[in-house]
């Protein structure tokens, strides 16, 4: 008996960074069965600081290779010489599928997959790039460039067979800026190992950072950019530690205003109470010495870092912006905010320093919802499915 050909599966992303859309990619390639599946991810070319995620690819089998012109800002000569190296790559391995994820990428990867005639085309765009706090280089500050790229999005779906939302929310932003009809979207909620992020051993401890036992812990995960919101947080941390001035503040990450921002803290007067950690790899570890979370995002497509707190059973304050209250049910698992209030942080973060019984249920119903709703097996699942209802309709390989 004939051994049944796998698929084959490429996943184009842009940037092979430490971040949300890219552990997510990460995670689906290495969850996929390997006997029904041949993988290859393909993303532009890496720094010395983004080859963490390599190590997991060469553990699963997983090919990655690199198109250096393929970069996240638009540049005409490169993104025409990146499509070009995507078809022929694409012809050369002959895909069955290509699951393109984020902006740039979508629109080379795609063009690139219709013009090598691949018969599935899906794509994860991660967020709404339209979205104005989005902070997108070129198009969130740009009303002129959100317009031509909102033409070029509904012209890419013409050729593609799903799009991914990550939320409801998400999903109905779309069909309402007309990008394509209703049926060509689908929502399916990122998931994580929860398993690797609920309580246990750790290996960090809280004199590592120089905190005390008795100092109540307030973390907050995510790249130190203008629409990650950190600065509101700092602002809370100021009017809290007039009441509270045993309190710390782990902030875990890095970006664009990680100078700013320790400069402002210094400005308030509060520089020792916060600890700026940078870039970690060990977020399961951090997140074992917050006893409270909080993500001041104002723009947010899902919020990975919110369900990897909840699933260490934190209690957890976050703004209410994008498919962040399809996560947490608001004084149920979880308690949501204004964006841009500092004032709502700190009543929030008051709130569950009084209530240590509230703050246990809260972090106790949240661990249940995401082994519930937001497991990395679950998105898998429903990926999965899509990929086979879709190659069975174009008439191609199907599970």
């Given at each position: 008996?004939m051994e049944k050909p796998k698929i084959k599966l490429a996943h184009v992303i ?386």
């Amino acid at each position: 008996m004939m051994e049944k050909p796998k698929i084959k599966l490429a996943h184009v992303i842009t940037r092979f960074v430490c971040g949300g859309a890219e552990n997510v990619v990460v995670s689906l390639a290495a969850a996929l069965n390997r006997e029904k599946y041949q993988i290859i991810i393909v993303t532009g070319e890496l720094s010395d600081s983004e080859k963490g995620l390599k190590v997991v690819l060469d553990k699963n089998n997983i090919e990655l290779i690199t198109i250096k012109q393929m970069v996240r800002r638009v540049s005409i000569a490169q993104d025409i010489l990146a499509a070009v190296r995507l078809y022929f790559l694409i012809r050369s391995k002959g895909i069955d599928i290509i699951h393109t994820h984020t902006s740039k990428a979508g629109a080379l990867g795609r063009i690139a997959a219709f013009l090598a005639k691949v018969p599935v085309i899906v794509h994860s765009p991660h967020g709404n790039i339209f979205e104005p706090k989005g902070n997108i280089p070129g198009v969130s500050d740009n009303p002129l460039a959100r317009l031509v790229f909102l033409f070029i999005e509904r012209l890419l779906a013409q050729f593609t067979d799903k799009i991914i939302a990550l939320s409801d929310n998400e999903r109905r932003q779309y069909i309402a800026l007309k990008i394509a009809q209703p049926d060509k979207f689908v929502t399916i909620y990122d998931g994580i190992d929860y398993e690797k992020f609920s309580s246990g051993t750790t290996s960090v401890a809280r004199e590592d950072f120089g905190l005390r036992d008795d100092e109540p812990v307030i973390g907050s995960i995510g790249r130190l950019d203008p629409e990650k919101g950190q600065v509101y947080l700092i602002q809370s941390a100021a009017a809290l530690l007039k009441e509270y001035p045993r309190l710390k503040f782990l902030i875990v990450g890095e970006g664009s205003c990680r100078r700013q921002l320790e400069a402002y803290a210094a400005e308030l007067g509060i520089r020792d109470a916060l600890r700026f950690l940078g870039l970690r790899k060990d977020v399961s570890q951090l997140l074992s010495v917050m006893d409270i979370f909080v993500l001041p995002s104002l723009y947010e497509g899902l919020g990975i870092a919110v369900l990897e707190a909840m699933a260490r059973s934190l209690p957890v304050i976050a703004s209410r912006v994008g498919g962040v209250p399809e996560i947490i049910d608001d004084g149920v698992t979880g308690i949501l905010v204004a964006p841009a209030d500092p004032r709502a942080i700190a009543e929030a973060i008051r709130l569950l320093l009084r209530n240590r019984e509230k703050a246990y249920t809260l972090g106790v119903n949240a661990c249940e919802r995401v082994k519930k709703n937001f497991g990395i097996n679950l998105m898998v699942e429903k990926i999965e499915k899509l990929y086979n209802t879709l190659l069975y309709n174009k008439g191609g390989i199907s599970g």
